[in-house]
């Protein structure tokens, strides 16, 4: 039995592992990625193709999160970074061991408007948390300018500081803190491919900018729809994507410009042309003005 499959584009920039990452990681050359973005699954019921996101414990969850984890750990450059998506139950696990293994600078909560199911009895969650850690406090990747969002405080109604020894103008713009507003993806958005915990380009975008600069190298162990590596080709960094599911190896396969046919089936993208009740057709974006300006993100 073959462990895994390899396919790259021609220029060599993208390359998909169909295959568990247990296996692929250990076929990637240590110390060689600059950005790791990890959202594996989170022990919490999904479904993923055949596979079906359910460990026996928490424990043995954080065992099996431990054991990619050190390889990823071996993957990154002494100046790279890791960025960890968990569920909020399982990332205290996976935070203490982190700790004593890398730096955590940053433990990010990406919140957004609806979870699509209202909880009743409790508080619905309405966000995920990520951490930010990197290996050498001393260097490492953080190019605040790229990243800068509007500062919505005294700038907007051009106030002055009257705190600074010279009084000025506030700055209209601001490195993002460490609350992420930013929408989830929807059916009828551009992005949108079938695949149950798809995370938005924009959030990819701010990580991927912020901790890389141009032909650095961006791995994600479990690519799903391989936005990680479509936002990295896309910012001109190089990507390497990893799945086990092979109608989401497919999808990164298309979205990367890899191939266009795998063994002979035509790699087409979803058709999300509909019609309204009204007779109108309609495609890609669609969130109200009133929402968009709450979004800390341009959509
Ligand atoms: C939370 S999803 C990732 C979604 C992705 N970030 C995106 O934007 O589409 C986790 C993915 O990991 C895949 N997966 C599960 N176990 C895996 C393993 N051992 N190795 C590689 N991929 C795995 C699942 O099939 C699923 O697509």
Redesign the pocket.
Known sequence: MIAFEKYTNQDNTATVYY????T?LRDLQDGSVDLI?A????NIG?K??E?K?VWPSDEEYADWCYT?LALCIKKIKPTGSLYI?ASTQAMPYLDLWLRDRMTILSRIVWHYDSSGIQAKKYFGSLYEPILFCIKNSNIYTFNANDIEVEAKTGAVRKLIDYRKEIPALYKAKKIPGNTWYIPR?RYRMKEY?E?????PEKL?ERIIKASTNANDLVL?????????CAVAQRLGRKSIG????LD?VKIGLRRLGIATKFKGEELRALDKTYVRKNGNGIHGDVINEKQMRLFDVTI
């Open positions: 295959g568990d990452c247990l692929a973005f959202d594996p699954p989170y999904k993923f193709g596979f996101d990619w998506m993806v491919e695949h149950p915990s798809q995370k990819l994600d162990p479990f690519g799903g729809t391989f936005t990680t990893i799945e086990l599911q989401y």
